[in-house]
């Protein structure tokens, strides 16, 4: 019973829990991209249960206790077009929602939720399948969607900089500095020649005097040189959100100025803020929903690419 | 309740019920004053009266918006609870006016005022919470617990706060409140409760920074699944609760109707009109309250320093008599 659910789970859900529109997403199955995930080698007792893919993302550690014997006796057949409205542990065609071993040892119910691919203030095309006990994400696989490599040309670069920081003040809760940050960001798309520079050293500026924004932002999801280096995250993501976001408005300044001065070399700082998708899952997991969205939102991601865990799985 | 008056040293006169639909009409009035306002500040913030619903009318766009709106549901949504969340803000905001005295009339001359608007305000924890649960979404559920988790910061120093000025008056009657501030308004030398007082009416219409329940981040949270006229109602709730918030502290720390030159009725709504006014503008200025951090700036900070007002305010109480 326990595992049934699991597909179920995800495609009933998502009608409810998308906001943004994107209730035509097709094709994409339940829980494959979860075969890429590392770390259940110590389950050997699933090993030939095929049709059981949703199992190896979940979390084993809180497994210990579960008899895994009882899967034999489980009708595997029935995972094919399931009717959920017929499951008694289904109302309304939703499965109830598993229990699953919380932080603090007691059992917690997990929901499967769906970030993205179209949200807003998030990366475009990411897709981050979380499982969530509360509002803790206690595991997450993440995907792209349409991963095709853009050319940012000298006038998007920094203005995709600019909405970046729009989206982490946004997300910070100042709906003020981000409408701010939006309006710069328009300016410096349509003349290209700069105009944007004394406005965005003045929000540079009013993001510094705030007190309470760094209040808020200090101490989240603090990375360490070698941390960032092992999720190969550019060498600017090291400090907190806090630092992150001081360094997105560094790098906005200088590349709008760079522009308007018609000086090209900022290009190369741009090569290096393509993220794969392979590193954002781990730095989000254990983080509540608020904080995980703050900590993606100030990686200032200007491209995505596939992961290579992606790549081995099949995409029928 | 029929002569409550005979019961205190009140100084008001309790109206007949049928003038509550007045003071319904100016709740509702002092309501989309605040609502054009935010609206006006945020086209500023944008720079231009932005997109065809922009500026001080965007109020009145929007709700001509959600009333043509057709209404969504979820499946399995806990309708029943899921309205009465949704409505209840409102009513509560409503609830709340009925004992703030309009210059010398009152609809309620409660004994125990005080205590009225504060049972008010904690009733917004269940109906908040309960918008988020009732429709059956994750992200609304996050949305409600978030603002739990909120109120477990700032309900406790809102009450202390409001213990305050009642220290200082020997009642809980909120006119005989207004009576005691002759010459001298509690916000002059009570400033911690009454900037703490004015955090918790943000905070109980999940306003500015205590905005994350309804947080972009989890797509609206508790209103997340709240369309057409749901929606209008839960936000016209908002804004009422921000508005009764403001008029409650007109008499609690303003001096109620004093002022030279205006009747009392007059100095009320000017003192609450600028209130609301500076509850409105607060979201401009400050970012969102993360409820896991604010719960320990409610305790650590708020909390300690609201008591500590509180002594001060009992020790000259028992000093002046």
Request: with cysteine; proline share 4%; charged share 20%.
């Amino acid at each position: 019973m326990d595992h049934e659910g699991h597909e179920g789970m995800d495609h009933g859900g998502h009608e409810g829990m998308d906001h943004e529109g994107y209730e035509g997403y097709e094709g994409y199955e339940g829980h494959e991209g979860h075969e890429g995930h590392e770390g259940h080698e110590g389950h050997e007792g699933h090993e030939g249960h095929e049709g059981h893919e949703g199992h190896e993302g979940m979390d084993h550690g809180s497994h210990e206790g579960m008899e895994h014997g009882s899967h034999e006796g489980m009708d595997h057949g029935g995972h094919e077009g399931m009717d959920h409205g017929d499951m008694e542990m289904s109302p309304g065609g939703i499965p109830l929602a598993e229990g699953g071993e919380d932080r603090d040892g007691l059992e917690m119910d997990v929901l499967q939720v769906r970030l993205g691919p179209v949200l807003r203030d998030w990366p475009a095309g990411l897709v981050l399948h979380c499982s969530l006990q509360g509002d803790v994400i206690v595991e997450a696989q993440a995907e792209l969607v349409d991963g095709r490599a853009r050319q940012d040309d000298d006038v998007v670069g920094p203005a995709r900089g600019i909405d970046n920081i729009a989206s982490l003040l946004a997300l910070a809760g100042w709906d003020d500095a981000a409408a701010e940050a939006r309006r710069i960001r328009d300016t410096a798309l349509e003349s290209g020649e700069g105009a944007a520079g004394s406005e965005l050293e003045r929000l540079r500026r009013r993001v510094r005097r705030s007190w309470t924004l760094r209040w808020s932002l200090r101490g989240v999801r603090r990375l360490s040189d070698k941390e960032a280096h092992a999720r190969r995250l550019p060498a600017d993501a090291v400090g907190d959100t806090y630092d992150r976001l001081m360094g997105m408005l560094d790098r906005a300044v200088a590349g709008v100025a760079a522009t308007a001065a018609g000086d090209t070399g900022t290009r190369t700082n741009d090569a290096g803020r393509t993220l794969s998708t392979d590193h954002l899952a781990h730095l989000v997991m254990g983080l509540d929903l608020a904080t995980a969205r703050l900590v993606l939102a100030s990686l200032d991601i200007h491209e995505l690419l596939a992961g290579q865990a992606e790549h081995e799985v099949s995409h029928g | 309740m029929d002569d409550p008056t005979s019961m205190t040293d009140s100084p008001i006169t309790t109206v007949a019920p049928g003038w509550a639909i007045v003071a319904l009409g100016i709740l509702g009035a002092l309501a989309v004053t605040a609502a054009v306002l935010d609206g006006a500040l945020a086209a500023r913030a944008r720079g231009g009266p932005g997109g065809k619903m922009g500026g001080p009318v965007r109020p009145f766009g929007e709700a001509a918006r959600l009333m043509r709106q057709r209404r969504r549901t979820t499946v399995e949504a806990d309708r029943l609870l899921w309205r009465i969340g949704g409505a209840g803000l409102l009513v509560t905001a409503a609830l709340m006016v009925t004992v703030v005295p309009l210059g010398e009339w009152t609809i309620f001359d409660l004994d125990v005022g005080v205590m009225w608007f504060n049972a008010m305000d904690v009733m917004v924890w269940a109906l908040v919470w309960l918008t988020g649960w009732g429709a059956n979404s994750a992200h609304s559920l996050v949305g409600g617990y978030r603002f739990l988790a909120h109120g477990l910061g700032y309900e406790l120093p809102l009450m202390f706060a409001l213990v305050a000025p009642a220290i200082a008056a020997e009642t809980l009657n909120v006119g005989a409140v207004a009576a005691a501030q002759e010459g001298l308004w509690f916000a002059v030398w009570m400033p911690v409760a009454f900037l703490v007082y004015l955090l918790g009416v943000a905070a109980f219409s999940v306003w500015g920074p205590f905005a994350p329940a309804i947080g972009t981040d989890v797509s609206g949270g508790a209103r997340a699944e709240l369309s057409g006229v749901d929606r209008l109602v839960f936000e016209a709730g908002r804004y009422a609760l921000l508005a009764a918030g403001a008029a409650f502290a007109v008499p609690m720390f303003l001096g109620g109707g004093a002022g030279p030159l205006l009747p009392g009725w007059a100095w009320v709504l000017v003192k609450t009109v600028a209130l609301l006014a500076v509850l409105v503008w607060l979201r401009r200025r400050l970012p969102a309250f993360r409820p896991d951090k604010f719960m320990e700036v409610g305790w650590m900070l708020l909390l300690p320093a609201v008591l500590l007002q509180d002594l001060v305010v009992a020790v000259i109480a028992v000093w002046r008599s």
